[in-house]
């Protein structure tokens, strides 16, 4: 009886699994929007611009190596549990076509690297016989690329004067932003955990952060800097490794969770509060930029922006967390997303028409999926807590949900920050040139209203140019800067290089010796950052208060933040 039951199961499955091949091979993805956690880097607190490690650039060529399996180059040997194959109809296979897609990336250096490593897995060098029209020579030979035919992808790194960079990291460079999220250390929350773990972090003082934080800056109020510095020592360093324990790491992992949490909007309840809607401004504009990317595709009849990928920090996920209601789905969205990991929207439809006609939108769906860091599978859930089965959604309520989490417009984003960036002017001169405008950094051939890559470029460079005159025109008014016509001297009637002597027409010239005591300084760096830990430490204190140029590790670190909890200012004494 018992084998009878075995033989009866196993046969079921087995005539499942056929089933569900066949509903999914009857599917059909005409795009796929894809945002990437940028690789492994070292910490962001530590002097200099913090890079890309080599784990993190192989953490996201696996990614990228994965979307290639599941969206490009579908073949037996890529039918896996964590690359279930959904290849977007139409795009191309080997050879990278950059009108096909849309890749998007801050300016952070790991963040540009990341995406290039993703691209050289997504569209490896070709390393083949594959020949092209432009290789063929007039002579009859053929000319191969270097690197064994490696392939360019077009990667869009927006700088803070793109109005485009507020899809991809909108909390950046967004004052009403900054200023609600140090607005958490007034909350009950903050005030009991910053109390209660102040001793938990004060065992990490003397050993793993001795050197690298002040004692002012140790603290539940510093909780990601602290995870970040002693997590990458964990990865990277034997010492560390050894001397931290698992239970140790968890427990600073998961106060750098609930810290990010709350300053990134989501609540206790897993979602956001009403009052706190500023602090999820990342996720908020990344759902207004997913929507565009896939109306694209939709208004261009599947042309274009056929696979979309953009590059950015946690601080979207997060958001997007909350905004999305996703706790309420799995656990695992109330973690903070490893480095590499990525969440993805689909768009297909449920019948396969060999692409021969793109579908009216109403018989278009949606599917979110989540992969959590490099070694976890690719996963489906359902948005706006509409239950486990619905992990697929229609097109047009996927888009009616959107709209209300999202931020539609750049315009809309320079009120809801009271950004003074310099490309908010022009969308606050005439909301009926500037005002409605959705900026996408694609060219987009019909019909959703938004401004073209054209019109965006002159509102950069204009934008740039305006910026560049007024630096000038400040140099001129307070730092002496002077344009002098330079006079015409005699050349010299020894002709060619002079020799080593002083002749009498030679002016005199001074020359200071840096760090010589008395002579010129210049821009010399005095002391060791070590020995200056204080001021290191108030550059980049937390998450209470970010410097206004991109969140962390940003090109910028000129501003200094306040501890609310240090010693008070002393006067600097010195000889």
């Given at each position: 009886?018992?084998?009878?039951?075995?033989?009866?199961?196993?046969?079921?499955?087995?005539?499942?699994?056929?089933?569900?091949?066949?509903?999914?091979?009857?599917?059909?993805?005409?795009?796929?929007?894809?945002?990437?956690?940028?690789?492994?880097?070292?910490?962001?607190?530590?002097?200099?611009?913090?890079?890309?490690?080599?784990?993190?650039?192989?953490?996201?060529?696996?990614?990228?190596?994965?979307?290639?399996?599941?969206?490009?180059?579908?073949?037996?040997?890529?039918?896996?549990?964590?690359?279930?194959?959904?290849?977007?109809?139409?795009?191309?296979?080997?050879?990278?076509?950059?009108?096909?897609?849309?890749?998007?990336?801050?300016?952070?250096?790991?963040?540009?690297?990341?995406?290039?490593?993703?691209?050289?897995?997504?569209?490896?060098?070709?390393?083949?016989?594959?020949?092209?029209?432009?290789?063929?020579?007039?002579?009859?030979?053929?000319?191969?690329?270097?690197?064994?035919?490696?392939?360019?992808?077009?990667?869009?790194?927006?700088?803070?004067?793109?109005?485009?960079?507020?899809?991809?990291?909108?909390?950046?460079?967004?004052?009403?932003?900054?200023?609600?999220?140090?607005?958490?250390?007034?909350?009950?929350?903050?005030?009991?955990?910053?109390?209660?773990?102040?001793?938990?972090?004060?065992?990490?003082?003397?050993?793993?952060?001795?050197?690298?934080?002040?004692?002012?800056?140790?603290?539940?109020?510093?909780?990601?800097?602290?995870?970040?510095?002693?997590?990458?020592?964990?990865?990277?360093?034997?010492?560390?490794?050894?001397?931290?324990?698992?239970?140790?790491?968890?427990?600073?992992?998961?106060?750098?969770?609930?810290?990010?949490?709350?300053?990134?909007?989501?609540?206790?309840?897993?979602?956001?509060?009403?009052?706190?809607?500023?602090?999820?401004?990342?996720?908020?504009?990344?759902?207004?930029?997913?929507?565009?990317?896939?109306?694209?595709?939709?208004?261009?009849?599947?042309?274009?922006?056929?696979?979309?990928?953009?590059?950015?920090?946690?601080?979207?996920?997060?958001?997007?967390?909350?905004?999305?209601?996703?706790?309420?789905?799995?656990?695992?969205?109330?973690?903070?997303?490893?480095?590499?990991?990525?969440?993805?929207?689909?768009?297909?439809?449920?019948?396969?028409?060999?692409?021969?006609?793109?579908?009216?939108?109403?018989?278009?769906?949606?599917?979110?999926?989540?992969?959590?860091?490099?070694?976890?599978?690719?996963?489906?859930?359902?948005?706006?807590?509409?239950?486990?089965?619905?992990?697929?959604?229609?097109?047009?309520?996927?888009?009616?949900?959107?709209?209300?989490?999202?931020?539609?417009?750049?315009?809309?984003?320079?009120?809801?920050?009271?950004?003074?960036?310099?490309?908010?002017?022009?969308?606050?001169?005439?909301?009926?040139?500037?005002?409605?405008?959705?900026?996408?950094?694609?060219?987009?051939?019909?019909?959703?209203?938004?401004?073209?890559?054209?019109?965006?470029?002159?509102?950069?460079?204009?934008?740039?140019?305006?910026?560049?005159?007024?630096?000038?025109?400040?140099?001129?008014?307070?730092?002496?800067?002077?344009?002098?016509?330079?006079?015409?001297?005699?050349?010299?009637?020894?002709?060619?290089?002079?020799?080593?002597?002083?002749?009498?027409?030679?002016?005199?010239?001074?020359?200071?010796?840096?760090?010589?005591?008395?002579?010129l300084r210049g821009h010399e760096r005095v002391g060791s950052w070590e020995l200056e830990g204080q001021k290191a430490g108030q550059e980049r204190f937390g998450t209470l208060k970010r410097p206004e140029s991109a969140h962390r590790g940003d090109d910028d670190r000129d501003g200094l933040d306040v501890n609310p909890f240090g010693d008070?200012?002393?006067?600097?004494?010195?000889?």
């Open positions: 009886m018992v084998k009878f039951l075995l033989t009866a199961i196993v046969a079921a499955v087995s005539a499942v699994k056929p089933a569900l091949a066949q509903s999914a091979n009857q599917e059909t993805v005409h795009a796929a929007v894809v945002y990437t956690r940028h690789g492994d880097r070292t910490p962001l607190m530590l002097p200099g611009y913090s890079k890309l490690t080599e784990l993190g650039a192989r953490q996201l060529h696996e990614a990228g190596s994965m979307f290639r399996e599941r969206y490009v180059d579908v073949s037996s040997s890529s039918q896996s549990a964590n690359s279930s194959t959904a290849r977007i109809v139409g795009i191309s296979r080997n050879a990278i076509d950059n009108s096909e897609l849309y890749i998007q990336a801050s300016q952070e250096e790991y963040v540009v690297n990341s995406a290039q490593a993703f691209m050289q897995g997504l569209y490896p060098p070709l390393n083949g016989p594959y020949v092209d029209n432009d290789a063929r020579l007039a002579n009859g030979t053929l000319s191969e690329a270097p690197l064994g035919n490696y392939q360019y992808p077009q990667i869009r790194a927006l700088s803070i004067l793109d109005p485009n960079i507020v899809w991809s990291a909108g909390h950046q460079n967004c004052p009403a932003y900054s200023i609600s999220g140090a607005d958490y250390i007034t909350e009950p929350e903050f005030q009991s955990l910053n109390k209660s773990k102040q001793a938990f972090y004060n065992g990490f003082a003397s050993e793993l952060l001795n050197g690298r934080f002040p004692r002012s800056l140790i603290g539940y109020f510093n909780a990601y800097d602290i995870y970040d510095y002693v997590s990458y020592g964990y990865t990277h360093n034997e010492t560390v490794n050894d001397r931290l324990s698992d239970t140790g790491l968890e427990q600073l992992r998961q106060l750098a969770d609930r810290h990010e949490f709350a300053v990134n909007g989501m609540n206790a309840a897993g979602s956001v509060s009403p009052s706190n809607k500023i602090r999820a401004i990342a996720g908020s504009t990344l759902a207004a930029q997913v929507v565009n990317l896939l109306e694209s595709n939709i208004n261009t009849r599947g042309e274009s922006e056929k696979l979309n990928v953009m590059f950015g920090s946690h601080e979207a996920f997060v958001a997007f967390f909350a905004l999305a209601r996703l706790p309420s789905q799995s656990p695992d969205f109330y973690g903070l997303p490893q480095f590499g990991s990525s969440i993805v929207f689909e768009l297909f439809t449920r019948a396969d028409n060999g692409g021969n006609q793109y579908p009216k939108e109403s018989d278009l769906w949606v599917r979110f999926l989540a992969r959590n860091g490099t070694d976890d599978e690719l996963q489906a859930y359902s948005l706006f807590q509409r239950g486990h089965s619905e992990s697929a959604i229609s097109w047009l309520d996927f888009k009616a949900e959107m709209n209300s989490i999202m931020t539609p417009t750049v315009r809309n984003w320079c009120d809801d920050c009271g950004s003074t960036l310099p490309f908010c002017a022009f969308y606050g001169t005439d909301s009926s040139i500037w005002g409605n405008s959705t900026v996408l950094g694609s060219q987009q051939n019909g019909g959703s209203g938004g401004m073209t890559a054209q019109v965006a470029g002159v509102i950069g460079a204009a934008v740039t140019l305006g910026v560049i005159m007024i630096a000038v025109a400040g140099a001129m008014l307070f730092g002496g800067l002077r344009f002098n016509r330079s006079s015409r001297r005699r050349r010299s009637e020894l002709g060619g290089f002079k020799g080593g002597e002083k002749l009498a027409s030679d002016a005199d010239l001074t020359s200071g010796r840096i760090g010589a005591a008395g002579d008070p200012v002393r006067p600097d004494e010195r000889i």
